[in-house]
């Protein structure tokens, strides 16, 4: 019930292309859904967050769409640029939970000139 | 506004060694929290700390152990050392509750 289920696993799109990752997830009692970029060699930096009380948030080129009712949340990243070629991870919290968070597995992106 | 600093980057250790792996937070974090990244098992979750206190553990065996200090400075430790411990160790802190994670950049650890 902990799990969050991250597809697809590597993604290759276009410079200039929409990139969509899509995650899902069980508990209900999770509050809080970052997405986390990660570059080689180095930690996943803050992309952007969302509450469940809110369906959309858009954060420059990067978006986050939720469904509260489906358990399902995606980052749509528009106008994808060859910089934005790393790996993305979706993750949620639980409050009562402190600050543990749970990861999904990842999305090796590739942005192709 | 120095970033998370975690030390050593990189370790060649030999299973059955012991490693302690440190941790320095953003200044002003009082959450710091440990995690795994293996290319198999993704992110996992090791433990967190709040204030000096372990607030969360996860399932990892009793090898793994981690302590904070008064200053929020953290360090983790792996006894016995096994092959399949080879991984980055990511720490991050957080500045509280509605807040994401800044993580630093990680300690590799080689287990031969």
């Known amino acids: 019930q902990q799990q969050v289920k991250q597809s697809p696993q590597s993604l290759i799109v276009q410079k200039g292309g929409i990139s969509i990752i899509n995650c899902a997830y069980e508990?209900?009692?999770?509050?809080?859904f970052p997405w986390y970029q990660q570059f080689p060699g180095k930690g996943p930096a803050l992309l952007i967050a969302?509450?469940?009380?809110?369906s959309e948030k858009k954060e420059g080129r990067f978006t986050i769409s939720f469904n509260k009712s489906a358990k399902q949340f995606s980052l749509h990243i528009m106008d994808s640029q060859p910089g934005d070629s790393a790996t993305y991870f979706c993750?949620?919290?639980?409050?009562?939970?402190?600050?543990?968070?749970?990861f999904g597995t990842g999305t090796k992106l590739q942005v192709i000139p | 506004k120095a970033g998370v600093t975690q030390t050593p980057r990189y370790l060649i250790k030999t299973r059955g060694q012991q490693v302690t792996l440190s941790c320095s937070p953003i200044?002003?974090?009082?959450?710091v929290s440990w995690y795994q990244q293996t290319p198999g098992q993704g992110l996992q979750f090791l433990f967190e700390?709040?204030?000096?206190?372990?607030?969360n553990k996860g399932n990892f065996p009793g090898r793994f152990s981690g302590r904070q200090f008064s200053n929020s400075r953290s360090e983790m430790n792996v006894s016995t050392l096994e092959l399949g411990d080879s991984a980055l160790y990511l720490c991050?802190?957080?500045?509280?509750?509605?807040?994401?994670?800044?993580f630093g950049s990680g300690t590799r650890l080689t287990v031969v």
């Open positions: 993750a949620a919290r639980n409050s009562g939970g402190y600050q543990k968070v749970t």
């Open positions: 508990n209900t009692a999770f509050d809080y």
């Open positions: 969302i509450r469940p009380d809110v």
């Open positions: 200044s002003g974090h009082r959450s």
């Open positions: 700390y709040f204030s000096e206190t372990q607030r």
């Open positions: 991050a802190s957080n500045r509280g509750e509605g807040y994401g994670y800044t």
